[in-house]
């Protein structure tokens, strides 16, 4: 098969939208925590209640923890997110997905793996016509759809 050449297109957007939290949201989530625990060693699960707290202290580290800024560059040797390259045959389909009321589309790219086989990327809505004319030249477009867990926590606020 022969390589198409491309026009390289970069962006650089946070890892995840940023909620600042207040203090009633990290009180509620400790008080959650610690009745979760307790009510596990009540019933004799000890190991469900270490796995209660060290969950519940890692979302609230996840919680604190501000994003870094990623950059996406779609070039003729695959797309880049960050550090990791992913050639073009080992991604299947892609779909661009505008939301009115958010500042940034949503690409979700097919991969051949069994574990997140669709990744959902920020896109800049300014150039979502250019990545997906760019996109249609190498792989095929498809309905994907995020996750349900991916939405559900959305939905949550994370």
């Known amino acids: 098969m022969d390589e198409i050449v491309i026009d390289t297109i970069s962006w650089t957007v946070p890892e995840y939208s940023h909620k600042e939290r207040g203090n009633d949201w990290f009180w509620a989530l400790g008080l959650i925590t610690i009745v979760a625990c307790g009510v596990a060693i009540w019933l004799h699960n000890y190991v469900f209640a270490i796995f209660i707290i060290i969950s519940g202290s890692c979302l609230i580290l996840f919680t604190l923890r501000h994003p870094q800024d990623i950059t ?87």
């Open 72 to 158: 996406y560059i779609i070039e003729t040797k695959g797309l880049s997110m960050g550090k990791d390259l992913y050639s073009w045959k080992n991604l299947k389909s892609f779909n661009i997905k505008n939301i009115e009321k958010e500042q940034f589309s949503k690409l979700m790219i097919e991969t051949n793996k069994y574990f997140l086989p669709v990744y959902t990327i920020p896109l800049p809505k300014e150039i979502s016509k250019d990545v997906k004319e760019t996109l249609l030249k190498i792989i095929e477009h498809s309905e994907i759809d995020e996750s349900k867990s991916m939405v559900f926590a959305e939905k949550l606020g994370f």
